[in-house]
């Protein structure tokens, strides 16, 4: 059973994985940031402006999550464990400004007009930072982030069961009470190839991934998105929700 130590991180190459998942759009990302749109606008409904602490935990070589919560947000940290990841996202966030293919996603966020009002580039600069951290190191949950997104992390990291457990109330441990937060995992995935190198999932269904974070959630949604992007999974599924009060016991 491979886990997320065995897993080749340092090998892991962000532009063949963009160039495969995200510089052509496809049409279930899109339909995700729809989704992550409309839901965060719903949340923040009569907030102050840019008033939420965001994380996007194990954020890859991924923009969208980042981008659909920076109207929200006075500060947003993206964390990843793999250094090319890390490098591919500290020159998104320069103030050269994020490549072009993101472009396409931001045309749907923007749709909706709280994100029509804000300049992403010059933002995405000004309060976007890159750290490097595992997803394990949000286990002491000192619960300060307002607003978060995981994307294919918990369940894209490990065959191990319990690592995806633990994953999931890790990245719950950082999100304060009534802190909105979006969640996808690929459903049934038996691993994934990038380049030359394979990477390790845990397979995982609606019901499973519900039982993973309903007990650290005060309201919850399951989208189960019928879409496959390759072989060797049953589509992608989207949880919307808000942080309760429990404390997730490590």
């Not at 918990?154 to 009470?177: I, K, Q, T």
């Not at 990477?199 to 496959?228: C, K, M, W």
Request: charged letters at 25%.
């Amino acid at each position: 059973m491979d886990r997320n130590a065995d897993a080749p991180w340092s090998k892991f190459d962000p532009e063949v994985y963009v160039d495969n998942n995200y510089r052509t759009p496809l049409e279930v990302d899109l339909l995700i940031v729809r989704l992550m749109r409309d839901y965060f606008t719903r949340c923040f409904e009569g907030s102050p402006a840019r008033s939420a602490r965001g994380i996007d935990v194990g954020a890859g070589a991924n923009l969208y999550p980042a981008l659909s919560m920076l109207p929200w947000c006075e500060k947003l940290l993206l964390l990843e464990y793999a250094r090319p990841n890390v490098e591919y996202l500290e020159k998104q966030v320069a103030p050269a400004g994020y490549d072009i293919a993101w472009d396409p996603f931001w045309d749907v966020l923007r749709e909706a007009p709280a994100y029509a009002a804000v300049e992403p580039r010059p933002l995405v600069a000004d309060i976007v930072r890159v750290e490097r951290g595992n997803l394990f190191d949000l286990e002491g949950g000192d619960r300060r982030w307002s607003l978060g997104t995981m994307f294919f992390v918990a369940d894209s990291m490990s065959e191990a069961p319990e690592e995806f457990h633990r994953g999931v109330r890790c990245f719950m441990n950082a999100l304060g009470e009534g802190a909105p937060f979006a969640a996808a995992f690929m459903k049934e995935s038996v691993g994934y190839r990038v380049g030359a190198h394979d990477y390790p999932a845990y397979r995982v269904n609606e019901e499973t991934v519900g039982q993973s974070l309903e007990p650290f959630t005060q309201e919850l949604e399951i989208h189960d998105l019928h879409h496959s992007v390759r072989p060797g999974h049953e589509g992608m599924l989207l949880a919307l929700g808000r942080r309760n009060s429990a404390i997730a016991a490590p």
